[in-house]
């Protein structure tokens, strides 16, 4: 079973500039999340989506990122314009169902650097 | 501020000692608890979990303990090998939803 899938894996841009990050889930996986995660700290949750519908995006900061799962499969993290603080690994995840047992399955993390 | 809290940044065991890693959480609500795993340039993966109903959870060389009163879990690997070197981050979910929030995370060598 393949896993999921994040491109790119670097990404290297300055401050005020725009980026993308997609991801492709584990097939069948209802459940897609983002989560940001700085150096030193744990991933900290961006957005959950259900199939193609937002659950959670209270910590998305909405100024500057936006994020989408047009046809409930991949999804696309968008920041624009970015800040030096946006440097950090971006890593995607899915899982089965919403259930909290669910297990969450990761990317391998889009590692970004603002300059 | 910060749900989940691993107060040990690094740990060095020497092969086919014991690890214990430690994690303590500040909401009492919390009733499932998970460890992961993460390798360099890798994302996470899972490792073990626990339910609040149980207090010992035993999967091989890993075991995790759950101490309710103090809000307190560990990690006990038993015994340790140089592949388990990794960060170790216990999570719980929200209690709305599945959102995990992660401790900081526990660097392990193990020292072959």
């Known amino acids: 079973e393949a896993g999921v899938a994040q491109s790119p894996r670097y990404k290297i841009i300055e401050k005020r500039q725009s980026v993308a990050f997609w991801c492709n889930p584990i097939?069948?996986?209802?459940?897609l999340y983002w989560y940001q995660q700085i150096l030193g700290q744990g991933p900290k949750l961006l957005i959950q989506f259900q199939n193609n519908g937002v659950v959670d995006d209270s910590q998305l900061p909405k100024d500057r990122f936006s994020a989408e799962r047009l046809k409930g499969v991949d999804s696309t993290l968008k920041i624009q314009p970015a800040k030096l603080e946006d440097s950090a690994v971006y890593l995607c995840a899915s899982s089965l169902t919403r259930n909290r047992a669910a297990t969450q399955y990761f990317g391998p993390g889009t590692r970004l650097l603002v300059l | 501020d910060q749900q989940v809290k691993q107060n040990s940044p690094s740990l060095s065991v020497q092969e086919g000692r014991i690890s214990i890693l430690n994690c303590d959480y500040t909401?009492?609500?919390?009733?499932?608890f998970l460890w992961y795993k993460k390798y360099p340039a890798e994302g996470p993966t899972f490792l073990i979990s626990?339910?609040?109903?149980?207090d010992k959870n035993e999967d091989g060389r890993f075991t995790v303990f759950l101490n309710k009163s103090a809000k307190h879990l560990s990690l006990h690997i038993v015994p340790s090998q140089p592949g388990d070197s990794a960060v170790y981050f216990c999570?719980?979910?929200?209690?709305?939803?599945?959102?995990?929030?992660f401790g900081t995370g526990t660097r392990l060598t193990v020292i072959p």
């Open positions: 097939s069948g996986h209802a459940t």
């Open positions: 999570a719980v979910p929200d209690t709305g939803a599945n959102n995990l929030f």
């Open positions: 909401n009492s609500m919390f009733d499932y």
């Open positions: 626990i339910s609040s109903i149980k």
